[in-house]
């Protein structure tokens, strides 16, 4: 399959040469780092044509406390599951006795979502502290 055929003004007929001291290199070095699939002279051409240049940042050390975050969110969702479950049967007893059976069997699982909402906004805190202090 054929490359796709550009217009006329379009075409990249005229080839330009330049010399860069070894900070400007560094420079444009630093700023390749992070864009992804890119090499020096695209991004010269696209500095050139005042084209918005992208930079593509990954910080490795969130990726723990991402890890973290999904685990309790998993185990949030499992109780509220539980929780819901335990409402249904609840519902289908007239007798008072079950029903504060499964009431405080539902209280229980609702407690345990303390320390995993706390740890949550523990996590949240921290990351807003981070990201969104100027």
Do not use: C
Request: glycine share 2%; proline share 1%.
């Amino acid at each position: 399959m054929g490359r796709r055929k550009l217009k006329e003004a379009d075409l990249l007929k005229h080839e330009v040469k330049t010399r860069v001291n070894g900070k400007t290199f560094a420079r444009l070095q630093d700023l390749l780092k992070n864009q992804p699939n890119k090499d020096v002279s695209t991004l010269v051409r696209d500095i050139l044509n005042n084209r918005r240049i992208k930079l593509v940042t990954y910080d490795q050390s969130l990726d723990i406390v991402m890890e973290e975050l999904s685990a309790l969110r998993s185990e949030i969702r499992a109780i509220g599951i539980n929780v819901n479950q335990i409402a249904r049967v609840f519902n289908t007893y007239p007798e008072l006795k079950k029903k504060e059976f499964y009431a405080k069997i539902a209280f229980n699982e609702y407690l345990s979502l303390n320390g995993k909402i706390d740890r949550v906004l523990e996590l949240v805190t921290k990351l807003s502290k981070r990201w969104l202090s100027e």
